[in-house]
Protein backbone atom coordinates (compact mmCIF):
# COMPACT_ATOMS: atom_id res chain seq x y z
CA UNK A 1 0.00 0.00 0.00
CA UNK A 2 1.35 3.23 -1.15
CA UNK A 3 0.66 6.12 1.16
CA UNK A 4 0.98 9.91 -0.50
CA UNK A 5 0.46 13.22 0.66
CA UNK A 6 -0.51 16.25 -1.32
CA UNK A 7 -1.41 19.48 -0.13
CA UNK A 8 -2.68 23.08 -1.60
CA UNK A 9 -3.71 26.45 -0.86
CA UNK A 10 -7.33 27.46 -1.52
CA UNK A 11 -8.51 31.12 -1.33
CA UNK A 12 -11.81 31.82 -0.31
CA UNK A 13 -13.53 35.65 -0.38
CA UNK A 14 -14.54 37.39 3.11
CA UNK A 15 -18.32 38.05 3.55
CA UNK A 16 -17.91 42.21 3.65
CA UNK A 17 -14.71 42.69 5.31
CA UNK A 18 -13.15 40.84 8.68
CA UNK A 19 -11.33 43.86 10.52
CA UNK A 20 -9.71 43.39 13.91
CA UNK A 21 -6.62 45.65 15.11
CA UNK A 22 -4.12 44.17 13.49
CA UNK A 23 -6.07 44.81 9.85
CA UNK A 24 -8.85 44.08 7.86
CA UNK A 25 -9.22 40.97 5.18
CA UNK A 26 -10.67 40.32 2.35
CA UNK A 27 -10.24 36.79 1.55
CA UNK A 28 -8.07 33.64 3.25
CA UNK A 29 -6.22 31.61 2.08
CA UNK A 30 -6.39 27.99 3.56
CA UNK A 31 -4.11 24.94 3.68
CA UNK A 32 -5.39 21.79 2.72
CA UNK A 33 -3.71 18.67 3.05
CA UNK A 34 -4.69 15.58 1.89
CA UNK A 35 -3.31 11.71 2.74
CA UNK A 36 -4.68 8.81 0.33
CA UNK A 37 -3.72 4.85 1.04
CA UNK A 38 -4.84 3.87 -2.83
CA UNK A 39 -8.72 3.32 -1.39
CA UNK A 40 -9.18 6.18 1.36
CA UNK A 41 -8.33 9.81 1.58
CA UNK A 42 -8.21 12.06 4.60
CA UNK A 43 -8.43 15.59 4.68
CA UNK A 44 -7.24 18.35 6.84
CA UNK A 45 -7.30 22.40 6.57
CA UNK A 46 -5.47 24.96 8.33
CA UNK A 47 -4.92 28.44 8.16
CA UNK A 48 -1.18 30.41 8.90
CA UNK A 49 -0.72 31.94 12.03
CA UNK A 50 -0.30 35.04 10.96
CA UNK A 51 1.11 36.47 14.46
CA UNK A 52 3.55 33.88 14.44
CA UNK A 53 5.32 34.92 10.94
CA UNK A 54 3.06 31.77 9.19
CA UNK A 55 2.15 32.35 5.59
CA UNK A 56 -0.29 29.90 3.45
CA UNK A 57 3.35 29.14 1.31
CA UNK A 58 5.40 28.30 4.20
CA UNK A 59 2.66 25.73 5.80
CA UNK A 60 2.26 24.39 2.28
CA UNK A 61 6.04 23.96 2.25
CA UNK A 62 6.07 22.54 6.00
CA UNK A 63 3.43 20.08 5.14
CA UNK A 64 5.21 19.23 1.95
CA UNK A 65 8.08 18.51 3.64
CA UNK A 66 6.54 15.55 5.75
CA UNK A 67 5.34 13.53 2.39
CA UNK A 68 8.41 10.90 3.58
CA UNK A 69 7.66 10.79 6.80
CA UNK A 70 3.40 10.28 6.05
CA UNK A 71 4.56 7.30 3.14
CA UNK A 72 6.47 5.79 6.10
CA UNK A 73 3.46 5.34 8.18
CA UNK A 74 4.34 8.11 10.61
CA UNK A 75 1.56 8.61 12.87
CA UNK A 76 -0.38 11.20 14.79
CA UNK A 77 1.84 10.83 18.20
CA UNK A 78 5.24 10.58 15.67
CA UNK A 79 3.28 14.23 14.16
CA UNK A 80 4.25 16.01 17.72
CA UNK A 81 7.93 15.25 17.82
CA UNK A 82 8.29 15.76 13.62
CA UNK A 83 6.46 18.92 13.61
CA UNK A 84 5.83 21.91 15.88
CA UNK A 85 2.65 22.93 16.87
CA UNK A 86 1.46 25.54 14.20
CA UNK A 87 -1.14 25.27 10.89
CA UNK A 88 1.02 22.72 9.03
CA UNK A 89 1.15 20.45 11.53
CA UNK A 90 -3.01 20.84 12.04
CA UNK A 91 -3.38 20.16 8.46
CA UNK A 92 -1.62 17.04 8.66
CA UNK A 93 -2.93 15.61 11.63
CA UNK A 94 -6.24 16.40 10.59
CA UNK A 95 -5.83 14.71 7.52
CA UNK A 96 -4.76 11.34 9.41
CA UNK A 97 -7.57 11.82 12.02
CA UNK A 98 -10.00 11.76 9.13
CA UNK A 99 -7.95 9.24 6.82
CA UNK A 100 -7.99 6.75 10.57
CA UNK A 101 -11.46 7.61 10.99
CA UNK A 102 -12.72 6.20 7.65
CA UNK A 103 -10.64 3.44 7.45
CA UNK A 104 -11.73 2.14 11.11
CA UNK A 105 -15.55 3.11 10.37
CA UNK A 106 -15.29 4.29 14.01
CA UNK A 107 -16.26 9.14 13.93
CA UNK A 108 -13.62 10.71 15.51
CA UNK A 109 -16.04 11.57 18.83
CA UNK A 110 -15.75 8.00 19.59
CA UNK A 111 -12.46 7.41 19.71
CA UNK A 112 -11.86 10.55 21.74
CA UNK A 113 -14.51 8.66 23.77
CA UNK A 114 -16.73 11.84 23.99
CA UNK A 115 -20.60 11.29 23.85
CA UNK A 116 -22.68 11.26 20.75
CA UNK A 117 -22.40 14.87 19.65
CA UNK A 118 -25.08 18.04 19.33
CA UNK A 119 -25.55 21.19 18.32
CA UNK A 120 -23.03 23.47 19.48
CA UNK A 121 -23.60 27.23 20.20
CA UNK A 122 -21.00 29.56 18.56
CA UNK A 123 -20.13 33.18 19.00
CA UNK A 124 -20.30 35.31 15.80
CA UNK A 125 -18.10 37.81 15.27
CA UNK A 126 -18.53 41.70 15.31
CA UNK A 127 -16.02 42.85 13.32
CA UNK A 128 -13.89 46.34 14.79
CA UNK A 129 -15.46 49.21 13.59
CA UNK A 130 -16.22 52.88 15.06
CA UNK A 131 -18.93 52.50 17.96
CA UNK A 132 -22.50 53.20 15.60
CA UNK A 133 -20.78 50.68 12.93
CA UNK A 134 -20.79 48.11 15.30
CA UNK A 135 -24.02 48.67 17.12
CA UNK A 136 -25.28 48.46 13.89
CA UNK A 137 -23.54 44.97 13.03
CA UNK A 138 -24.94 43.89 16.18
CA UNK A 139 -28.53 45.01 16.24
CA UNK A 140 -28.28 42.98 12.45
CA UNK A 141 -26.91 39.89 14.30
CA UNK A 142 -30.11 39.67 16.34
CA UNK A 143 -30.58 36.10 15.83
CA UNK A 144 -26.79 34.80 17.43
CA UNK A 145 -27.22 34.57 21.17
CA UNK A 146 -23.57 35.47 21.69
CA UNK A 147 -21.74 37.80 20.24
CA UNK A 148 -18.26 38.09 20.45
CA UNK A 149 -16.71 41.46 19.90
CA UNK A 150 -13.02 42.13 18.20
CA UNK A 151 -11.79 45.52 20.34
CA UNK A 152 -8.23 47.59 19.87
CA UNK A 153 -7.78 49.84 22.77
CA UNK A 154 -8.90 53.23 22.75
CA UNK A 155 -12.41 53.66 22.08
CA UNK A 156 -13.67 50.03 23.42
CA UNK A 157 -16.01 51.26 26.32
CA UNK A 158 -17.92 52.94 23.28
CA UNK A 159 -17.47 50.20 21.34
CA UNK A 160 -19.18 48.11 24.27
CA UNK A 161 -21.36 50.14 25.51
CA UNK A 162 -22.80 50.59 21.36
CA UNK A 163 -22.96 46.64 20.95
CA UNK A 164 -25.26 46.65 24.30
CA UNK A 165 -27.53 49.08 22.71
CA UNK A 166 -28.21 47.35 19.41
CA UNK A 167 -28.38 43.71 21.21
CA UNK A 168 -29.52 44.15 24.44
CA UNK A 169 -30.58 40.85 25.03
CA UNK A 170 -26.94 38.78 23.82
CA UNK A 171 -24.81 37.87 25.65
CA UNK A 172 -21.16 39.68 24.97
CA UNK A 173 -17.28 38.16 25.11
CA UNK A 174 -14.59 40.87 23.88
CA UNK A 175 -11.38 40.04 22.22
CA UNK A 176 -9.00 42.92 22.83
CA UNK A 177 -6.23 41.49 20.99
CA UNK A 178 -3.86 42.59 22.81
CA UNK A 179 -4.62 46.24 22.99
CA UNK A 180 -5.28 46.94 26.18
CA UNK A 181 -1.23 46.09 27.59
CA UNK A 182 -1.11 50.42 28.95
CA UNK A 183 -4.61 50.45 30.45
CA UNK A 184 -6.10 50.30 33.61
CA UNK A 185 -7.27 46.54 33.08
CA UNK A 186 -9.11 46.09 36.34
CA UNK A 187 -10.94 49.23 36.10
CA UNK A 188 -12.22 48.49 32.35
CA UNK A 189 -12.92 44.89 33.76
CA UNK A 190 -15.08 46.30 36.32
CA UNK A 191 -16.96 48.97 33.18
CA UNK A 192 -17.29 45.53 31.03
CA UNK A 193 -19.20 43.55 33.64
CA UNK A 194 -21.41 46.52 34.20
CA UNK A 195 -22.23 45.71 30.34
CA UNK A 196 -22.57 42.59 31.33
CA UNK A 197 -19.71 40.93 29.68
CA UNK A 198 -18.77 37.77 30.06
CA UNK A 199 -15.53 36.57 28.95
CA UNK A 200 -12.16 39.12 28.13
CA UNK A 201 -9.83 37.72 25.84
CA UNK A 202 -5.85 38.54 25.78
CA UNK A 203 -6.32 41.76 27.24
CA UNK A 204 -2.36 42.65 27.28
CA UNK A 205 0.36 41.19 24.42
CA UNK A 206 1.82 37.75 24.54
CA UNK A 207 4.94 37.66 26.43
CA UNK A 208 3.78 40.84 28.93
CA UNK A 209 1.94 38.47 30.92
CA UNK A 210 2.95 39.48 34.14
CA UNK A 211 1.17 42.89 33.41
CA UNK A 212 -1.98 41.01 34.89
CA UNK A 213 -0.20 39.78 37.86
CA UNK A 214 -2.24 41.39 40.99
CA UNK A 215 -5.00 42.25 38.75
CA UNK A 216 -8.16 41.41 40.03
CA UNK A 217 -10.85 41.51 37.22
CA UNK A 218 -14.16 41.37 37.56
CA UNK A 219 -14.51 39.65 34.35
CA UNK A 220 -12.87 36.22 33.91
CA UNK A 221 -9.49 36.84 31.62
CA UNK A 222 -8.98 34.13 28.53
CA UNK A 223 -5.47 33.81 27.13
CA UNK A 224 -5.43 33.25 23.23
CA UNK A 225 -1.92 34.45 21.76
CA UNK A 226 -0.47 33.65 24.95
CA UNK A 227 -0.57 29.55 24.88
CA UNK A 228 -0.44 27.60 22.37
CA UNK A 229 -0.08 24.04 23.82
CA UNK A 230 0.34 22.33 26.83
CA UNK A 231 4.37 23.73 27.29
CA UNK A 232 2.66 27.04 27.12
CA UNK A 233 -0.19 26.56 29.53
CA UNK A 234 2.11 27.29 32.92
CA UNK A 235 1.92 31.15 31.32
CA UNK A 236 -1.74 31.56 32.23
CA UNK A 237 -1.79 30.25 35.75
CA UNK A 238 -3.16 32.91 38.39
CA UNK A 239 -3.63 35.24 35.71
CA UNK A 240 -6.22 33.76 33.29
CA UNK A 241 -9.13 32.01 33.99
CA UNK A 242 -9.32 30.25 30.63
CA UNK A 243 -8.11 29.67 27.32
CA UNK A 244 -8.76 29.53 23.84
CA UNK A 245 -7.60 26.21 21.86
CA UNK A 246 -7.29 26.80 18.54
CA UNK A 247 -5.85 24.21 16.60
CA UNK A 248 -4.01 25.95 14.19
CA UNK A 249 -1.94 27.12 16.81
CA UNK A 250 -1.74 23.37 19.14
CA UNK A 251 -0.80 21.78 15.74
CA UNK A 252 -4.00 19.43 15.35
CA UNK A 253 -7.13 18.05 17.37
CA UNK A 254 -4.43 15.50 19.28
CA UNK A 255 -2.95 18.42 20.76
CA UNK A 256 -5.81 20.42 21.08
CA UNK A 257 -7.86 17.67 23.29
CA UNK A 258 -4.49 16.83 24.95
CA UNK A 259 -4.49 20.46 25.93
CA UNK A 260 -8.00 20.28 26.90
CA UNK A 261 -7.46 17.54 29.44
CA UNK A 262 -4.62 18.98 30.63
CA UNK A 263 -6.10 22.68 30.99
CA UNK A 264 -9.31 20.92 33.17
CA UNK A 265 -6.72 19.25 35.47
CA UNK A 266 -5.30 23.16 35.82
CA UNK A 267 -8.93 24.30 36.85
CA UNK A 268 -8.91 26.52 34.02
CA UNK A 269 -11.76 27.10 31.81
CA UNK A 270 -11.53 26.58 28.27
CA UNK A 271 -13.09 28.55 24.77
CA UNK A 272 -12.60 26.87 21.69
CA UNK A 273 -11.80 29.50 18.70
CA UNK A 274 -10.86 29.18 15.12
CA UNK A 275 -8.82 31.45 12.31
CA UNK A 276 -10.80 32.50 9.66
CA UNK A 277 -11.73 28.97 8.08
CA UNK A 278 -14.16 26.91 6.30
CA UNK A 279 -15.92 24.02 7.55
CA UNK A 280 -13.07 21.28 6.72
CA UNK A 281 -10.78 23.57 9.05
CA UNK A 282 -13.26 24.13 12.01
CA UNK A 283 -14.73 20.16 11.79
CA UNK A 284 -12.11 18.88 13.95
CA UNK A 285 -12.58 21.96 16.30
CA UNK A 286 -15.90 20.73 16.99
CA UNK A 287 -14.95 18.29 19.02
CA UNK A 288 -13.15 20.15 21.26
CA UNK A 289 -15.40 22.75 21.45
CA UNK A 290 -17.60 19.70 23.33
CA UNK A 291 -15.56 20.24 25.62
CA UNK A 292 -15.54 23.55 26.55
CA UNK A 293 -17.91 26.44 28.05
CA UNK A 294 -17.50 28.86 25.25
CA UNK A 295 -17.00 27.91 21.69
CA UNK A 296 -16.35 30.59 18.74
CA UNK A 297 -16.07 28.47 15.21
CA UNK A 298 -18.08 30.74 13.19
CA UNK A 299 -15.46 30.93 10.84
CA UNK A 300 -17.30 29.57 8.25
CA UNK A 301 -20.26 32.04 8.66
CA UNK A 302 -17.83 34.93 8.10
CA UNK A 303 -16.58 33.77 4.78
CA UNK A 304 -17.94 32.07 1.35
CA UNK A 305 -17.70 28.49 2.88
CA UNK A 306 -17.21 25.17 1.09
CA UNK A 307 -20.60 23.42 -0.31
CA UNK A 308 -22.26 20.76 1.48
CA UNK A 309 -20.40 22.65 4.71
CA UNK A 310 -21.44 22.87 8.32
CA UNK A 311 -24.85 23.93 8.92
CA UNK A 312 -25.61 26.57 11.17
CA UNK A 313 -29.03 27.80 12.28
CA UNK A 314 -28.58 30.94 14.31
CA UNK A 315 -26.12 30.95 16.67
CA UNK A 316 -26.22 26.80 16.29
CA UNK A 317 -23.29 24.85 14.60
CA UNK A 318 -24.72 21.04 14.09
CA UNK A 319 -21.73 18.48 14.25
CA UNK A 320 -19.78 18.14 11.05
CA UNK A 321 -21.14 15.25 8.34
CA UNK A 322 -18.55 12.51 8.13
CA UNK A 323 -18.42 13.13 4.16
CA UNK A 324 -17.56 16.48 5.25
CA UNK A 325 -14.76 15.19 8.22
CA UNK A 326 -14.17 12.38 10.45
Known amino acids: MTIQLSVRIERFPVRGAFTISRGAKTH ?13 RGR ?10 ETAESVAAAVAAQADAVAGGASRADLLTLMPPGAARNAVDAALWDLEAKASGLPVWQTLGLPQPRP ?24 YELLKLKLSGEGDVERVAAVRRGAPHARLVVDANEAWGDQDIEALSHTMAGLRVELIEQPVPHGQDALLDGVKSAVPLC ?17 YRF ?15 ALAHAAKLRGIGIMTGCMLSTSLGVAPAFYVGM ?8 GPLLIEDRPAGIAFSGGEMSPPERELWG
Open 44 to 53: GEATAIYYRG
Open 120 to 143: LLTAYTISLGEPGVMEAAARAAGG
Open 291 to 298: QSQFVDLD
Open 28 to 40: VDVVVAEIDDGAL
Open 223 to 239: ADESVHDRASLDVVIGR
Open 243 to 257: INIKLDKAGGLTEGH
